[in-house]
């Protein structure tokens, strides 16, 4: 298992931008899948963004065009880059890590809070 740690989450009025920062506790070049999930109150986790390796990155018809999904792997990190937020982004956000085959893993950070007010 991985440890993922997040962190940029914050309070934004609506039209302002935020960037999430995910930190690995080991490389993130060896994972197969690196993402990004979130989960506004009641309701269930949903899909944003992620970054398959060798096909490339996936987003949320929600948040096509305002989203930014990104990693570095020589600082361990992925990213997320939210542009014109709206108040329906606002919920715990969390990264994720996942290793395929057989005895893979997926890893889930604690989740940062993400609050767009209009």
């Known amino acids: 298992q991985v440890q993922l740690v997040e962190s940029g989450g914050g309070l934004v009025q609506a039209g302002g931008s935020l960037r999430l920062s995910c930190v690995a506790s080991?490389?993130?070049?060896?994972?197969?899948?690196v993402g990004w999930y979130r989960q506004a109150p009641g309701e269930q986790r949903e899909f944003v963004a992620d970054i398959i390796s060798g096909t490339g990155t996936n987003y949320a018809d929600s948040v096509k065009g305002r989203f930014t999904i990104s990693r570095d792997n020589a600082k361990n990190t992925m990213y997320l880059q939210m542009n014109s937020l709206k108040p329906e982004d606002t919920a715990v956000y969390y990264c994720h890590a996942d290793v395929w085959g057989f005895g893979g893993t997926t890893s889930w950070g604690q989740g940062t809070q993400v609050t767009v007010s209009s």
């Open positions: 080991r490389n993130i070049f060896s994972f197969n899948v």
